[in-house]
C-alpha cells in the first residue's frame, strides 16, 4: 500500500502561512471527503487537527485549514507560532476499506 | 477524561507472537471503532487495523493481513491486537487511537494512546 505523498519538509518564519500539499488519488483523497491531518512533536503522540477535509475539532486553533483540489489536500497554516513547529501527516480513507498516511512534512519555524 | 493506555510492548524474536492491550475510558466505548497505528523508529505513521464498535467487523493493511488479528472486550473497555509471526519489520511504536464515530474513517482518529513499543529481534 503506497502511502500518500507529502513533501519532506517546508519551513515559515514566525507570523507568516505555510501550506502542506498531500497527493493521492481518486481511489482515496479525491475519491472520499475522509481526509484528516495529525501534528505530532518529537516524542510524543499524534494529535487530529483536521478532520472530513476542512473540518476542525474543537480545541484546535483556527489557524489550522484544510482545503482540497481535486486529488491533493493541504493544510494551511496561517499566523505561524514557534509551539507549530513538528511533524505533520495527512491521512485518507482508500476505497478496499483502509487508511492510508502520507509520509510527513517536518515543519521548520525558522 | 478521555485516555487509551497502551500495554504489552516489547522484545520478540523473529517468527514469535506478542499480544497488545489497550484500556479505554472516559468515553462509551462500543459506540466507537478503534484502531492500531504504528510508527518504525524515525519513520512515518502507519494504519495498522481496524475494528467496528459492535467488534464484528475488522479490518486490516496488507502488511499485517494473517498475521494480526485485532479483537476488543467491550466489558472491560479494552482493545486487543494479536501479532503472529513477527518480522523485523514490525518494530515500531504501536499506538491505538480512537476512532471519531462508529465507522473507522468517519470524523478523523480523535484520541490516542502514548505508545507501547515493539521490538523484533533475535
Known amino acids: 500500500q503506497s502511502a500518500l505523498t507529502q513533501p519532506a519538509s517546508e519551513s515559515g518564519s514566525p507570523g507568516q502561512s505555510i501550506t502542506i500539499s498531500c497527493t493521492g488519488t481518486?481511489?482515496?483523497?479525491?475519491?472520499?471527503?475522509?481526509v484528516s491531518w495529525y501534528q505530532q512533536h518529537s516524542g510524543k503522540a499524534p494529535k487530529l487537527m483536521i478532520f472530513?477535509?476542512?473540518s476542525r475539532p474543537s480545541g484546535v486553533s483556527n489557524r489550522f485549514s484544510g482545503s482540497r483540489s481535486g486529488n491533493t489536500a493541504s493544510l494551511t497554516i496561517s499566523g505561524l507560532q514557534a509551539e507549530d513547529e513538528a511533524s505533520y501527516y495527512c491521512?485518507?480513507?482508500?476505497?478496499?476499506?483502509?487508511?492510508?498516511f502520507g509520509g510527513g512534512t517536518r515543519l521548520t519555524v525558522l | 477524561e478521555v485516555q487509551l493506555l497502551e500495554s504489552g510492548g516489547g522484545l520478540a524474536q523473529p517468527g514469535g507472537s506478542l499480544r497488545l492491550s489497550c484500556a479505554a475510558s472516559g468515553f462509551t466505548f462500543t459506540n466507537y471503532a478503534m484502531n492500531w497505528v504504528r510508527q518504525a523508529p524515525g519513520k512515518g505513521l502507519e494504519w495498522v487495523s481496524a475494528l467496528s464498535g459492535s467488534g464484528d467487523t475488522t479490518y486490516y493493511a496488507d502488511s499485517v493481513k494473517g498475521r494480526f488479528t485485532i479483537s476488543r472486550d467491550n466489558s472491560k473497555n479494552t482493545l486487543y491486537l494479536q501479532m503472529n509471526s513477527l518480522r523485523a519489520e514490525d518494530s515500531a511504536v504501536y499506538y491505538c487511537?480512537?476512532?471519531?464515530?462508529?465507522?473507522?474513517?468517519?470524523?478523523?482518529?480523535?484520541?490516542w494512546g502514548h505508545g507501547t513499543t515493539v521490538t523484533v529481534s533475535s
Open positions: 472530513d477535509v476542512t
Open positions: 487511537a480512537k476512532s471519531g464515530s462508529y465507522h473507522f474513517y468517519y470524523f478523523g482518529l480523535d484520541v
Open positions: 491521512s485518507s480513507y482508500r476505497s478496499g476499506n483502509t487508511l492510508i
Open positions: 481518486n481511489s482515496d483523497v479525491g475519491g472520499y471527503n475522509y
